[in-house]
């Protein structure tokens, strides 16, 4: 199993530019979610999914969009890059169909400057 | 609303000296309070699962434990290998927790010097 797989892990943007984020789990689980992660600030939550075809916003999802048109793969878009989404963006899946949920198996992490 | 509150922030020991890390909590029900470790340039990675007051869980050189209002992460004899970002999170069975029922503390930045 390759769990969770993020690409690209390093990315650079100028001010305005668009780009996805790839997340794609071969675990079955129905959760995905991302994160960023910022010194000083934590784990913040940016969107999330339960399922294929659900998706809900988190703490901080202004200037992200997700879609979840398969189990596997759950991207995340920057429409338009602003130097305050400079950060660690990390995928994480939980919980095979049917079952409790339990913890988070996070990918390697994407870190992304916007310039 | 549910909040996380590690301690503390940064710890230095030295490479067999015992300490803990504290993971306060205050939520309207807990499903589960969650150990990960993250190292430099990864991903958090699981460590516990703990679900109610009273339990234990252990693994080589840690040991978790867990009251109604507090997480500890006991370390014994740590060695320099055990340097890492210990994270704390709890799910919240109830609504005060993020969107997706978790909140993440912002961890305990441990250095084990040889």
């Known amino acids: 199993n390759a769990g969770v797989t993020q690409t690209p892990k390093f990315q650079v943007l100028k001010t305005g530019q668009s780009m996805t984020l790839q997340c794609a789990q071969d675990?079955?689980?129905?959760?995905m979610s991302w994160y960023r992660q910022d010194p000083g600030m934590g784990l913040r939550l940016i969107h999330y999914?339960?399922?294929?075809?659900?998706?809900d916003q988190g703490e901080v999802p202004n200037g992200y969009n997700v879609s979840r048109s398969t189990t596997e793969d759950f991207p995340l878009r920057l429409l338009s890059a602003a130097p305050s989404q400079t950060s660690v963006y990390f995928c994480?899946?939980?919980?095979?169909?049917?079952?409790?949920?339990?913890?988070?198996?996070f990918g390697e992490g994407s870190r992304l400057t916007v310039l | 609303e549910d909040q996380v509150t590690q301690s503390p922030e940064a710890l230095r020991l030295q490479e067999g000296e015992s300490s803990s890390l504290n993971c306060s909590y205050t939520?309207?029900?807990?499903?589960?309070l969650f150990w990960y470790r993250q190292d430099p340039g990864k991903g958090p990675e699981f460590l516990f699962t703990?679900?109610?007051a009273g339990e234990e869980k252990e693994k080589e050189r840690l040991k978790a434990t867990l009251t109604k209002k507090e997480s500890f992460l006991h370390i014994t004899a740590p060695k320099p290998e055990d340097s890492a970002t210990y994270l704390c999170?709890?799910?919240?069975?109830?609504?005060?927790?993020?969107?997706?029922?978790?909140?993440f503390g912002k961890g305990t930045h441990l250095i084990i010097q040889p």
């Open positions: 994480a899946s939980r919980g095979p169909a049917g079952g409790y949920i339990g913890e988070l198996f």
């Open positions: 939520v309207s029900g807990l499903r589960g």
């Open positions: 999170a709890v799910e919240d069975s109830g609504s005060g927790g993020g969107a997706d029922g978790l909140t």
């Open positions: 703990l679900y109610s």
């Open positions: 999914s339960v399922g294929a075809g659900i998706t």
């Open positions: 675990m079955n689980h129905e959760y």
